[in-house]
């Protein structure tokens, strides 16, 4: 059996082993240190309490009032708004493409278009917005176009992609022999994606899911140039709004002194905190899955 084994490690694999464990700390560390960054900054409001002040109270930087919660109120409804639109139309496309339902020449065409989609510019979808959207939910709505409802229906947009491709690869995943058993049994396609597919592919989904709702959550560009800006907690779907990353980009755009430009780091560290509480679900509940699994 000995000649079989392979031989021991020279100086040029210690050298990669080290190079990429130094790469996964390193990141690990840049995280922690992001976190430490805020932290820092934000110390003060948390320790006088009123860190948990600005969340709830509006901005009013001429009384001395600096809270950002209608920029929380505003991210919270553009991002459910833009997650409840993609989900569907998203689970449909995968479901489309990977569960018999489509020609598989159709799918070797439709597929790349998604994974194109995903590394298109934030700023061309924004961009297109302005000018074809926004018009037509002027003449529609009324009001300026420059609303909740144009930012999540371009944020729907630019996360489908991503949930189509996390939506597919579970599909994918789900083993091979079970579909050959109910295709056996004569299940047609769409029996084997209620009864065996979604439930099989359950965890991917939710992942998939919740990180899309990170990426809807952490966008700027598109909340920036369509949702309106507006300094009040939105009322309506048709009203403009301000989001947490269009406050951030705003603010430090017009001055880098003041205690407006102070604020945006209770903006920074409650953002941070968002998405750390959706990845940190959504590794539960992926972990979960593979328990029962």
């Not at 009032?65 to 991210?75: E, H, L, R, S, V």
């Not at 189509?164 to 994918?172: K, N, Q, T, V």
């Not at 047609?188 to 979604?198: D, G, Q």
Request: proline content about 6%.
């Amino acid at each position: 059996m000995g000649q079989y084994c392979f031989p021991p490690k020279d100086k040029r694999e210690t050298l990669f082993q080290y190079f990429c464990g130094f790469s996964a700390y390193f990141t690990y560390c840049l995280v922690l240190l992001l976190f430490g960054f805020f932290l820092f900054f934000a110390y003060p409001l948390l320790k006088s309490g009123g860190y948990f002040l600005l969340l709830v109270t509006p901005w009013q930087p001429l009384a001395g009032n600096y809270g950002i919660g209608p920029m929380i109120a505003g991210t919270a409804v553009i991002s459910l708004l833009a997650v409840c639109l993609a989900f569907p139309v998203s689970l449909g496309a995968a479901a489309f493409c990977e569960a018999g339902l489509a020609p598989r020449n159709l799918v070797r065409w439709v597929r790349p278009v998604f994974q194109l989609m995903t590394g298109i510019p934030t700023v061309v979808y924004g961009f297109l917005a302005v000018f074809l959207l926004v018009p037509f939910l002027r003449k529609a709505i009324g009001g300026s176009g420059f609303s909740v409802l144009a930012a999540s229906l371009m944020l729907a947009l630019l996360i489908a992609p991503t949930m189509i491709l996390f939506f597919s690869d579970a599909f994918r995943a789900v083993p091979g022999e079970h579909l050959r058993v109910m295709t056996a049994m004569g299940a047609h396609p769409e029996e084997k994606l209620v009864f065996l597919l979604l439930p099989q592919a359950r965890s991917g989904i939710v992942a998939g899911l919740l990180l899309a709702a990170g990426r809807a959550v952490g966008d700027t560009l598109i909340a920036l140039m369509l949702a309106g800006n507006s300094l009040a907690f939105p009322s309506s779907l048709t009203e403009p709004a301000r989001t947490l990353t269009g406050h951030i980009a705003l603010v430090m755009a017009s001055d880098t002194q003041s205690p407006e430009f102070r604020s945006i780091f209770a903006c920074g560290l409650t953002l941070y905190l968002i998405t750390t509480l959706l990845i940190f679900f959504c590794r539960r509940v992926v972990v979960s899955e593979r328990g029962k699994g």
